[in-house]
């Protein structure tokens, strides 16, 4: 008898919450290296990586996306400043797709990507290292092989040009993370994601091609777990360095969204959440995923085959649900 693909499904997502999601990850040391177009959520995101004890935050490489590939090295270095750890390695990554183009962020982050804070010092750009971000990933990943993890929350360039580099990097890699993609088209470009349409044919090759666990955190999950407006205003409101600096580089995207429906959506924190703690994930599906590369309006929406009609073995995690009385006290940390 042939399994149907809702069945599998079913039967995943049971062994999953057995197995995993009432074992807490805490205590288990993660080597990380985050690859990010550094906007607010991403800042957010890594400040949660550089609050959480088990986190090796080895490395942060820059990719285009919520601004130019300048601007992002320089908002990484403004967050790693305020968080007093300018001795994580900071390496420039892609300017463009892997066909050429742009496509930046919206107004939603502010031209700089930071929210256009004015009183935010200036950081020294000598503290870019020299080597190239896909060469840097290889490298890292090569040094330590099955033993590094890495959060992907911008457009996927970097990461597919190390796999282009050596055709066994995903080998050698612990896990990738992805925030990305979308479920039903219900985003704010169209009807496809940002990162997954800054660039399509590396989200082909990630998605197509890795040889590690693969794990996507899609962009309306993130919407369902909104922070709301007063929790915020809690969390703000605290006399601390970080406090004042998440102020102020949020204060743009929260008003945005507070206008919208009273609720904040940092969508690349979810991504590091669950690598922080596993146990804020309620709900896992194993599909496969592909991306669209040709059509005029769909030009990099995930595709998931939920009914099994692609004869495909690779499949990805796509976290459905999470906890979000978790996500607060993960959220809380940063400050």
């Given at each position: 008898m042939v399994e149907s693909g809702t069945a599998k499904r079913c039967r995943f997502s049971?062994?999953?919450s057995r197995r995993k999601l009432n074992r807490l990850q805490m205590s288990e040391k993660i080597n990380l290296i985050l690859d990010c177009?550094?906007?607010v959520d991403d800042a957010l995101a890594v400040m949660l990586a550089l609050a959480t004890p088990n986190i090796n935050l080895m490395a942060i490489t820059c990719v285009a996306g919520n601004a130019t590939i300048d601007k992002v090295c320089i908002n990484t270095l403004k967050v790693l400043k305020v968080c007093d750890r300018l001795d994580v390695a900071v390496y420039r990554g892609a300017c463009f797709g892997i066909i050429g183009g742009t496509f930046r962020g919206t107004p939603y982050h502010g031209v700089d990507g930071m929210g256009d804070v004015q009183n935010i010092p200036q950081p020294d750009i000598k503290l870019i290292k020299e080597e190239v971000a896909a060469i840097a990933l290889v490298r890292m990943v090569n040094e330590r092989p099955g033993e590094i993890s890495i959060a992907a929350?911008?457009?996927?360039?970097?990461?597919?040009?190390?796999?282009?580099?050596?055709?066994?990097?995903?080998?050698?890699?612990?896990?990738?993370?992805?925030?990305?993609?979308e479920l039903k088209g219900n985003c704010n470009h169209c009807i496809t994601e940002f990162n997954f349409t800054?660039?399509?044919?590396?989200?082909?090759?990630?998605?197509?091609?890795?040889?590690?666990?693969?794990?996507?955190?899609?962009?309306?999950?993130?919407?369902?777990?909104a922070f709301t407006y007063e929790f915020l205003e809690d969390l703000l409101s605290r006399e601390t360095r970080k406090a004042k600096f998440v102020k102020s580089i949020t204060a743009n995207s929260i008003e945005v969204d507070r206008r919208k429906n009273h609720l904040y959506t940092p969508c690349d924190l979810y991504a590091v959440a669950y690598l922080v703690d596993q146990s804020c994930v309620t709900k896992m599906e194993r599909v496969h995923v592909q991306v669209e590369l040709h059509g005029s309006l769909t030009r990099g929406k995930m595709i998931p085959d939920w009914n099994g009609k692609i004869s495909k073995k690779h499949d990805i995690s796509i976290i459905m649900s999470m906890n979000m009385e978790k996500l607060r006290k993960l959220f809380s940390t940063i400050m």
């Amino acid at each position: 008898m042939v399994e149907s693909g809702t069945a599998k499904r079913c039967r995943f997502s049971s062994k999953f919450s057995r197995r995993k999601l009432n074992r807490l990850q805490m205590s288990e040391k993660i080597n990380l290296i985050l690859d990010c177009d550094v906007g607010v959520d991403d800042a957010l995101a890594v400040m949660l990586a550089l609050a959480t004890p088990n986190i090796n935050l080895m490395a942060i490489t820059c990719v285009a996306g919520n601004a130019t590939i300048d601007k992002v090295c320089i908002n990484t270095l403004k967050v790693l400043k305020v968080c007093d750890r300018l001795d994580v390695a900071v390496y420039r990554g892609a300017c463009f797709g892997i066909i050429g183009g742009t496509f930046r962020g919206t107004p939603y982050h502010g031209v700089d990507g930071m929210g256009d804070v004015q009183n935010i010092p200036q950081p020294d750009i000598k503290l870019i290292k020299e080597e190239v971000a896909a060469i840097a990933l290889v490298r890292m990943v090569n040094e330590r092989p099955g033993e590094i993890s890495i959060a992907a929350i911008g457009p996927l360039t970097n990461i597919a040009i190390a796999m282009k580099l050596d055709p066994h990097f995903t080998e050698k890699v612990k896990e990738i993370v992805i925030m990305g993609g979308e479920l039903k088209g219900n985003c704010n470009h169209c009807i496809t994601e940002f990162n997954f349409t800054c660039d399509p044919e590396a989200v082909h090759i990630v998605l197509g091609e890795s040889q590690c666990p693969v794990t996507i955190v899609p962009f309306e999950v993130t919407r369902r777990h909104a922070f709301t407006y007063e929790f915020l205003e809690d969390l703000l409101s605290r006399e601390t360095r970080k406090a004042k600096f998440v102020k102020s580089i949020t204060a743009n995207s929260i008003e945005v969204d507070r206008r919208k429906n009273h609720l904040y959506t940092p969508c690349d924190l979810y991504a590091v959440a669950y690598l922080v703690d596993q146990s804020c994930v309620t709900k896992m599906e194993r599909v496969h995923v592909q991306v669209e590369l040709h059509g005029s309006l769909t030009r990099g929406k995930m595709i998931p085959d939920w009914n099994g009609k692609i004869s495909k073995k690779h499949d990805i995690s796509i976290i459905m649900s999470m906890n979000m009385e978790k996500l607060r006290k993960l959220f809380s940390t940063i400050m």
